[in-house]
Protein backbone atom coordinates (compact mmCIF):
# COMPACT_ATOMS: atom_id res chain seq x y z
CA UNK A 1 0.00 0.00 0.00
CA UNK A 2 1.12 3.43 -1.14
CA UNK A 3 -0.07 6.90 0.32
CA UNK A 4 -2.08 7.43 -2.17
CA UNK A 5 -4.34 4.36 -1.37
CA UNK A 6 -3.90 5.04 2.20
CA UNK A 7 -5.82 7.91 1.67
CA UNK A 8 -8.36 6.28 -0.32
CA UNK A 9 -8.76 4.36 2.46
CA UNK A 10 -9.29 6.68 4.93
CA UNK A 11 -11.96 8.12 3.05
CA UNK A 12 -13.72 4.56 2.56
CA UNK A 13 -13.31 4.25 5.77
CA UNK A 14 -15.07 7.64 6.81
CA UNK A 15 -18.02 7.00 4.25
CA UNK A 16 -18.46 3.50 5.27
CA UNK A 17 -18.62 4.33 9.41
CA UNK A 18 -21.09 7.38 8.70
CA UNK A 19 -23.43 5.22 6.71
CA UNK A 20 -23.51 2.47 9.08
CA UNK A 21 -23.86 4.99 12.27
CA UNK A 22 -27.43 5.38 10.73
CA UNK A 23 -28.44 1.99 12.00
CA UNK A 24 -25.62 0.41 13.94
CA UNK A 25 -25.23 2.18 17.34
CA UNK A 26 -21.08 1.34 18.06
CA UNK A 27 -20.77 3.24 14.79
CA UNK A 28 -22.88 6.24 15.74
CA UNK A 29 -20.90 6.51 19.24
CA UNK A 30 -17.58 6.47 16.84
CA UNK A 31 -19.08 9.09 14.75
CA UNK A 32 -20.33 11.19 17.90
CA UNK A 33 -17.84 10.78 19.71
CA UNK A 34 -15.95 12.76 17.52
CA UNK A 35 -18.03 15.77 16.97
CA UNK A 36 -16.01 18.74 17.43
CA UNK A 37 -13.11 16.66 19.08
CA UNK A 38 -10.70 19.70 18.53
CA UNK A 39 -12.74 21.93 20.41
CA UNK A 40 -13.43 19.88 23.41
CA UNK A 41 -9.36 19.14 23.32
CA UNK A 42 -8.77 23.01 23.21
CA UNK A 43 -11.38 23.68 25.88
CA UNK A 44 -10.11 20.93 28.30
CA UNK A 45 -5.99 20.64 27.79
CA UNK A 46 -4.01 23.85 28.97
CA UNK A 47 -1.42 24.96 27.39
CA UNK A 48 1.98 24.67 28.24
CA UNK A 49 1.31 21.01 30.31
CA UNK A 50 4.14 17.99 30.29
CA UNK A 51 2.14 15.79 28.85
CA UNK A 52 2.88 11.64 28.30
CA UNK A 53 0.06 10.73 25.34
CA UNK A 54 -0.95 7.09 25.59
CA UNK A 55 -3.06 6.23 22.84
CA UNK A 56 -5.07 2.00 22.85
CA UNK A 57 -7.14 0.88 19.99
CA UNK A 58 -9.68 -0.51 22.25
CA UNK A 59 -10.27 -2.21 25.63
CA UNK A 60 -8.12 -5.08 25.37
CA UNK A 61 -5.25 -2.51 24.40
CA UNK A 62 -5.98 -0.62 27.42
CA UNK A 63 -5.44 -3.33 29.62
CA UNK A 64 -2.43 -3.45 28.42
CA UNK A 65 -1.29 -0.09 28.67
CA UNK A 66 -2.62 0.35 32.19
CA UNK A 67 0.02 -0.65 33.76
CA UNK A 68 2.57 1.13 31.86
CA UNK A 69 0.01 4.39 32.36
CA UNK A 70 -0.06 3.99 36.48
CA UNK A 71 3.63 3.13 36.53
CA UNK A 72 4.73 6.45 34.46
CA UNK A 73 1.77 8.26 37.23
CA UNK A 74 3.90 6.67 40.10
CA UNK A 75 7.28 8.22 39.09
CA UNK A 76 5.64 11.40 40.16
CA UNK A 77 7.62 14.03 37.12
CA UNK A 78 4.82 16.20 37.03
CA UNK A 79 3.62 15.20 34.01
CA UNK A 80 -0.08 14.87 32.88
CA UNK A 81 -1.66 11.65 30.92
CA UNK A 82 -3.72 11.89 27.84
CA UNK A 83 -5.49 8.82 27.22
CA UNK A 84 -7.20 8.28 23.73
CA UNK A 85 -9.29 5.33 21.95
CA UNK A 86 -9.83 4.35 18.52
CA UNK A 87 -12.99 2.38 19.26
CA UNK A 88 -16.25 3.23 21.00
CA UNK A 89 -15.90 -0.33 23.04
CA UNK A 90 -12.67 1.20 24.75
CA UNK A 91 -13.78 4.99 25.18
CA UNK A 92 -17.03 4.08 26.61
CA UNK A 93 -15.86 1.97 29.30
CA UNK A 94 -12.64 3.94 30.33
CA UNK A 95 -13.86 7.23 29.76
CA UNK A 96 -13.82 7.90 33.65
CA UNK A 97 -10.52 6.18 33.88
CA UNK A 98 -8.96 8.14 36.98
CA UNK A 99 -5.47 7.11 36.12
CA UNK A 100 -5.42 9.72 33.09
CA UNK A 101 -5.85 12.95 33.52
CA UNK A 102 -8.30 13.63 30.12
CA UNK A 103 -9.69 10.70 27.93
CA UNK A 104 -10.62 11.05 24.52
CA UNK A 105 -11.61 9.47 21.14
CA UNK A 106 -8.75 9.94 19.18
CA UNK A 107 -9.77 12.16 15.53
CA UNK A 108 -9.49 10.09 12.58
CA UNK A 109 -6.15 10.11 10.94
CA UNK A 110 -5.48 12.51 7.83
CA UNK A 111 -2.71 14.98 7.70
CA UNK A 112 -4.35 18.76 9.09
CA UNK A 113 -5.94 16.28 11.88
CA UNK A 114 -2.64 14.90 12.57
CA UNK A 115 -1.23 18.65 13.17
CA UNK A 116 -4.01 20.07 14.90
CA UNK A 117 -4.24 17.54 17.41
CA UNK A 118 -0.58 17.59 18.10
CA UNK A 119 -0.48 21.79 17.93
CA UNK A 120 -3.57 21.16 21.35
CA UNK A 121 -1.72 18.54 22.66
CA UNK A 122 1.87 19.00 22.25
CA UNK A 123 2.82 15.88 24.13
CA UNK A 124 6.46 15.40 25.37
CA UNK A 125 6.17 11.47 25.20
CA UNK A 126 3.88 9.39 22.85
CA UNK A 127 3.04 5.71 23.25
CA UNK A 128 0.90 3.21 21.32
CA UNK A 129 0.13 0.24 22.51
CA UNK A 130 0.00 -3.38 20.52
CA UNK A 131 -2.21 -2.56 17.42
CA UNK A 132 -2.25 0.86 16.23
CA UNK A 133 -0.69 2.49 13.31
CA UNK A 134 -2.03 5.71 11.52
CA UNK A 135 0.36 6.75 8.99
CA UNK A 136 0.02 10.74 9.31
CA UNK A 137 0.07 10.53 13.20
CA UNK A 138 3.17 8.66 13.38
CA UNK A 139 4.69 10.62 10.35
CA UNK A 140 3.47 14.30 12.37
CA UNK A 141 5.08 13.01 15.54
CA UNK A 142 8.58 11.97 14.13
CA UNK A 143 9.17 15.53 12.52
CA UNK A 144 8.70 17.03 15.28
CA UNK A 145 10.86 14.92 17.42
CA UNK A 146 9.13 13.25 19.77
CA UNK A 147 10.16 10.43 20.88
CA UNK A 148 7.54 7.62 19.89
CA UNK A 149 6.83 4.21 21.85
CA UNK A 150 5.28 0.72 20.82
CA UNK A 151 4.80 -1.48 23.96
CA UNK A 152 3.27 -5.08 23.92
CA UNK A 153 3.43 -5.02 20.35
CA UNK A 154 2.82 -8.60 18.65
CA UNK A 155 4.09 -9.37 15.34
CA UNK A 156 2.87 -12.64 12.55
CA UNK A 157 4.16 -13.67 9.79
CA UNK A 158 1.38 -12.87 7.75
CA UNK A 159 1.36 -9.52 8.69
CA UNK A 160 1.74 -6.90 5.92
CA UNK A 161 4.76 -5.66 7.57
CA UNK A 162 6.49 -9.03 6.46
CA UNK A 163 5.21 -8.98 2.70
CA UNK A 164 6.13 -7.51 -0.77
CA UNK A 165 3.02 -4.66 -0.53
CA UNK A 166 3.80 -3.67 3.17
CA UNK A 167 6.07 -0.45 1.61
CA UNK A 168 4.42 2.16 3.82
CA UNK A 169 3.51 -0.38 6.85
CA UNK A 170 7.29 -0.93 7.10
CA UNK A 171 7.72 2.67 7.13
CA UNK A 172 5.32 3.40 9.38
CA UNK A 173 7.01 1.16 11.79
CA UNK A 174 10.36 2.80 11.45
CA UNK A 175 8.93 6.43 12.80
CA UNK A 176 9.19 4.48 16.19
CA UNK A 177 12.16 5.07 18.42
CA UNK A 178 11.62 1.70 20.04
CA UNK A 179 9.78 -1.41 19.63
CA UNK A 180 9.00 -2.87 22.45
CA UNK A 181 7.52 -6.86 21.69
CA UNK A 182 5.82 -9.31 23.95
CA UNK A 183 8.08 -12.34 21.90
CA UNK A 184 11.32 -13.52 20.34
CA UNK A 185 9.75 -14.35 17.35
CA UNK A 186 8.40 -11.25 17.09
CA UNK A 187 11.88 -10.10 17.36
CA UNK A 188 13.03 -11.95 14.65
CA UNK A 189 10.56 -11.22 12.38
CA UNK A 190 11.15 -7.10 13.07
CA UNK A 191 14.77 -7.76 12.14
CA UNK A 192 14.29 -8.91 8.92
CA UNK A 193 13.44 -6.03 8.08
CA UNK A 194 15.98 -4.17 9.30
CA UNK A 195 14.50 -2.71 12.47
CA UNK A 196 16.45 -4.78 14.82
CA UNK A 197 18.21 -1.94 16.11
CA UNK A 198 15.22 -0.09 17.49
CA UNK A 199 13.37 -3.43 19.01
CA UNK A 200 13.26 -5.78 22.17
CA UNK A 201 11.98 -8.12 23.92
CA UNK A 202 9.95 -6.64 27.04
CA UNK A 203 7.12 -9.25 27.57
CA UNK A 204 3.51 -8.64 27.72
CA UNK A 205 2.75 -5.92 30.03
CA UNK A 206 -0.96 -7.69 30.71
CA UNK A 207 1.12 -10.28 33.25
CA UNK A 208 1.58 -7.06 35.41
CA UNK A 209 -1.86 -5.81 35.11
CA UNK A 210 -3.23 -9.41 36.53
CA UNK A 211 -0.73 -9.79 39.20
CA UNK A 212 -1.57 -6.20 40.27
CA UNK A 213 -5.34 -7.09 40.51
CA UNK A 214 -4.09 -10.25 42.69
CA UNK A 215 -1.99 -8.67 44.95
CA UNK A 216 -5.27 -6.25 45.57
CA UNK A 217 -7.88 -8.48 45.94
CA UNK A 218 -10.76 -6.96 47.09
CA UNK A 219 -13.25 -9.96 48.71
CA UNK A 220 -16.62 -9.81 46.88
CA UNK A 221 -19.48 -10.60 50.19
CA UNK A 222 -22.29 -11.30 48.22
CA UNK A 223 -20.46 -13.78 45.79
CA UNK A 224 -19.23 -15.43 48.94
CA UNK A 225 -22.77 -15.51 50.38
CA UNK A 226 -23.55 -17.64 46.82
CA UNK A 227 -21.14 -19.81 46.94
CA UNK A 228 -21.18 -20.62 50.83
CA UNK A 229 -19.13 -24.00 50.83
CA UNK A 230 -19.58 -25.39 47.81
CA UNK A 231 -17.19 -25.57 44.85
CA UNK A 232 -17.60 -23.82 42.08
CA UNK A 233 -17.09 -23.13 38.19
CA UNK A 234 -16.57 -19.54 37.33
CA UNK A 235 -17.44 -18.85 33.44
CA UNK A 236 -16.09 -15.52 32.10
CA UNK A 237 -16.18 -13.78 28.72
CA UNK A 238 -18.67 -16.28 27.56
CA UNK A 239 -21.13 -16.41 24.61
CA UNK A 240 -23.97 -18.29 23.46
CA UNK A 241 -22.20 -21.20 22.44
CA UNK A 242 -20.04 -21.49 25.89
CA UNK A 243 -22.98 -21.26 27.67
CA UNK A 244 -24.68 -23.94 26.00
CA UNK A 245 -21.92 -26.14 26.43
CA UNK A 246 -21.64 -25.70 30.25
CA UNK A 247 -25.79 -25.49 30.03
CA UNK A 248 -25.54 -29.27 29.22
CA UNK A 249 -22.03 -30.24 30.89
CA UNK A 250 -23.55 -29.23 34.04
CA UNK A 251 -26.55 -31.55 33.19
CA UNK A 252 -24.52 -34.41 33.02
CA UNK A 253 -22.29 -33.44 36.17
CA UNK A 254 -23.18 -35.95 39.18
CA UNK A 255 -22.49 -33.67 41.66
CA UNK A 256 -25.18 -31.94 42.17
CA UNK A 257 -23.93 -29.60 44.55
CA UNK A 258 -21.44 -27.28 42.42
CA UNK A 259 -22.30 -24.35 41.61
CA UNK A 260 -21.63 -22.09 38.10
CA UNK A 261 -20.94 -18.32 38.05
CA UNK A 262 -21.25 -16.76 34.58
CA UNK A 263 -20.31 -13.64 33.86
CA UNK A 264 -20.84 -12.71 29.80
CA UNK A 265 -19.20 -11.50 27.61
CA UNK A 266 -21.94 -9.30 26.52
CA UNK A 267 -24.90 -8.28 29.47
CA UNK A 268 -27.42 -7.10 27.06
CA UNK A 269 -31.29 -7.89 28.19
CA UNK A 270 -31.75 -9.84 25.23
CA UNK A 271 -28.88 -12.00 26.41
CA UNK A 272 -29.65 -12.14 29.62
CA UNK A 273 -33.26 -13.49 29.03
CA UNK A 274 -31.75 -16.48 26.49
CA UNK A 275 -29.36 -16.90 29.66
CA UNK A 276 -32.21 -17.32 31.84
CA UNK A 277 -33.57 -19.69 29.39
CA UNK A 278 -31.05 -21.80 29.50
CA UNK A 279 -30.28 -22.02 33.52
CA UNK A 280 -34.29 -21.25 34.98
CA UNK A 281 -33.53 -21.48 38.15
CA UNK A 282 -30.29 -18.90 37.96
CA UNK A 283 -30.18 -15.99 39.72
CA UNK A 284 -29.02 -12.79 38.49
CA UNK A 285 -26.12 -10.67 40.48
CA UNK A 286 -28.34 -7.52 40.64
CA UNK A 287 -31.04 -9.78 42.35
CA UNK A 288 -27.87 -11.28 44.64
CA UNK A 289 -26.97 -7.83 46.33
CA UNK A 290 -30.43 -5.85 46.19
CA UNK A 291 -32.51 -8.68 47.97
CA UNK A 292 -33.79 -9.31 49.79
CA UNK A 293 -33.45 -12.96 48.47
CA UNK A 294 -33.53 -16.27 50.15
CA UNK A 295 -30.78 -19.11 48.32
CA UNK A 296 -32.35 -22.26 48.15
CA UNK A 297 -30.49 -25.72 47.18
CA UNK A 298 -31.68 -25.20 43.60
CA UNK A 299 -30.14 -21.69 43.06
CA UNK A 300 -26.72 -23.37 42.08
CA UNK A 301 -26.56 -21.04 39.07
CA UNK A 302 -25.68 -17.10 38.90
CA UNK A 303 -25.49 -14.35 36.61
CA UNK A 304 -23.26 -11.85 36.44
CA UNK A 305 -25.36 -8.86 34.98
CA UNK A 306 -22.58 -5.86 35.41
CA UNK A 307 -19.31 -5.46 34.29
CA UNK A 308 -15.86 -5.16 35.79
CA UNK A 309 -16.13 -8.13 37.86
CA UNK A 310 -14.69 -11.01 36.68
CA UNK A 311 -10.57 -10.38 37.49
CA UNK A 312 -11.84 -10.81 41.15
CA UNK A 313 -14.42 -13.51 40.08
CA UNK A 314 -11.77 -15.99 38.60
CA UNK A 315 -10.31 -15.99 42.58
CA UNK A 316 -13.79 -17.66 43.54
CA UNK A 317 -13.36 -20.35 41.48
CA UNK A 318 -12.58 -24.05 41.88
CA UNK A 319 -12.31 -23.96 38.38
CA UNK A 320 -12.58 -21.45 35.98
CA UNK A 321 -13.92 -21.77 32.42
CA UNK A 322 -12.90 -18.85 29.74
CA UNK A 323 -15.15 -18.21 26.93
CA UNK A 324 -14.14 -17.27 23.28
CA UNK A 325 -12.61 -20.69 22.39
CA UNK A 326 -15.68 -22.13 20.70
CA UNK A 327 -15.50 -19.29 18.11
CA UNK A 328 -12.88 -18.64 15.05
CA UNK A 329 -12.31 -15.32 16.52
CA UNK A 330 -10.77 -17.55 19.98
CA UNK A 331 -10.46 -17.18 23.76
CA UNK A 332 -10.67 -14.46 25.61
CA UNK A 333 -7.72 -13.32 28.20
CA UNK A 334 -6.66 -16.55 30.03
CA UNK A 335 -4.00 -14.47 32.64
CA UNK A 336 -7.25 -13.29 34.70
CA UNK A 337 -8.09 -16.80 35.62
CA UNK A 338 -4.48 -18.31 35.76
CA UNK A 339 -3.08 -15.56 37.76
CA UNK A 340 -4.60 -16.94 40.78
CA UNK A 341 -3.02 -20.71 40.55
CA UNK A 342 -6.33 -22.25 38.95
CA UNK A 343 -7.45 -24.46 36.68
CA UNK A 344 -8.51 -22.92 33.04
CA UNK A 345 -10.84 -24.53 30.47
CA UNK A 346 -10.68 -23.26 27.05
CA UNK A 347 -12.42 -24.11 23.69
CA UNK A 348 -10.29 -25.26 21.02
CA UNK A 349 -9.59 -21.79 19.07
CA UNK A 350 -6.91 -21.17 21.36
CA UNK A 351 -4.02 -21.15 19.29
CA UNK A 352 -3.77 -17.46 17.77
CA UNK A 353 -3.12 -16.19 21.55
CA UNK A 354 0.80 -16.44 23.02
CA UNK A 355 -0.34 -16.66 26.33
CA UNK A 356 -3.34 -19.52 25.68
CA UNK A 357 -1.15 -21.49 23.95
CA UNK A 358 1.62 -21.42 26.35
CA UNK A 359 -0.70 -21.77 29.10
CA UNK A 360 -2.12 -24.93 27.15
CA UNK A 361 1.86 -26.21 27.07
CA UNK A 362 2.46 -25.88 30.36
CA UNK A 363 -0.50 -27.94 31.43
CA UNK A 364 -2.25 -25.14 33.23
CA UNK A 365 -4.83 -24.83 30.65
CA UNK A 366 -7.16 -27.65 28.93
CA UNK A 367 -8.92 -27.98 26.37
CA UNK A 368 -12.33 -29.08 25.42
CA UNK A 369 -14.44 -29.69 22.43
CA UNK A 370 -17.95 -30.68 23.49
CA UNK A 371 -19.84 -31.04 26.55
CA UNK A 372 -18.49 -34.52 27.26
CA UNK A 373 -15.10 -34.07 27.25
CA UNK A 374 -16.30 -30.45 29.46
CA UNK A 375 -18.38 -32.38 31.82
CA UNK A 376 -15.62 -35.17 32.12
CA UNK A 377 -12.23 -32.49 32.82
CA UNK A 378 -14.28 -30.74 35.07
CA UNK A 379 -15.01 -34.04 37.29
CA UNK A 380 -11.85 -35.14 36.92
CA UNK A 381 -10.36 -31.75 38.07
CA UNK A 382 -12.97 -31.53 41.07
CA UNK A 383 -11.73 -35.03 42.55
CA UNK A 384 -7.87 -34.54 41.71
CA UNK A 385 -7.67 -37.72 39.68
CA UNK A 386 -3.63 -38.58 39.18
CA UNK A 387 -3.33 -35.05 41.13
CA UNK A 388 -4.53 -33.13 37.90
CA UNK A 389 -6.09 -30.54 40.12
CA UNK A 390 -2.42 -30.15 41.68
CA UNK A 391 -0.80 -29.75 38.53
CA UNK A 392 -3.32 -27.69 36.59
CA UNK A 393 -3.19 -25.00 39.61
CA UNK A 394 0.40 -25.06 39.85
CA UNK A 395 0.99 -24.61 36.09
CA UNK A 396 -0.99 -21.73 35.70
CA UNK A 397 0.41 -19.91 38.96
CA UNK A 398 3.92 -20.24 37.62
CA UNK A 399 3.01 -19.53 34.19
CA UNK A 400 2.29 -16.19 35.02
CA UNK A 401 4.92 -15.46 37.86
CA UNK A 402 7.60 -16.06 35.77
CA UNK A 403 6.39 -13.68 33.03
CA UNK A 404 6.15 -10.45 34.63
CA UNK A 405 8.71 -7.50 34.09
CA UNK A 406 7.38 -6.12 30.95
CA UNK A 407 6.29 -2.48 32.56
CA UNK A 408 9.21 -2.40 34.78
CA UNK A 409 11.61 -2.65 31.56
CA UNK A 410 9.72 -0.13 29.35
CA UNK A 411 9.94 2.36 32.48
CA UNK A 412 13.69 1.39 32.65
CA UNK A 413 14.34 2.76 29.14
CA UNK A 414 11.88 5.48 29.63
CA UNK A 415 14.48 6.84 32.35
CA UNK A 416 17.45 5.86 31.09
CA UNK A 417 17.16 7.71 27.67
CA UNK A 418 15.50 10.33 29.98
CA UNK A 419 12.71 10.95 27.97
CA UNK A 420 10.56 12.75 30.44
CA UNK A 421 13.64 15.11 30.78
CA UNK A 422 12.66 18.36 29.75
Keep these: ?3 FFYNIFLLLFKAATQLASLFDGKAKKWVNGRKDI ?3 LQETIPQNEKIIW ?3 ASLGEFEQGRPVIEKLRSLDT ?4 LLTFFSPSGYEVQKNYSGADWVFYLPADGASNARRF ?5 PQLVIFVKYEFWYYYLKKIKYREIPLLLVSALFRPDMSFFKWYGGLQRKMLSRFDHLFVQTEESKKLIARIGLEGICSVSGDTRFDRVIGIAEKFEPIPSIEKFIGSSKVVVAGSTWNEDEELLQKAFGSISDTSLKLIIAPHEITEAHLDDLKKLFPNAI ?4 LTTGPWHLTPETRHLIIDNIGMLSRLYNYGSITYVGGGLKPMGVHNVLEAAVYGKPVIVGPFYKKYVEARELVDDGGALVVKNEIELANVITNLLNNAHGCYDKASNASKKYVGRNKGATERISLYIQEKRLLTS
Design 38 to 40: FKK
Design 54 to 56: VHC
Design 1 to 3: MNV
Design 78 to 81: GHRI
Design 118 to 122: LEIVN
Design 284 to 287: LYSQ
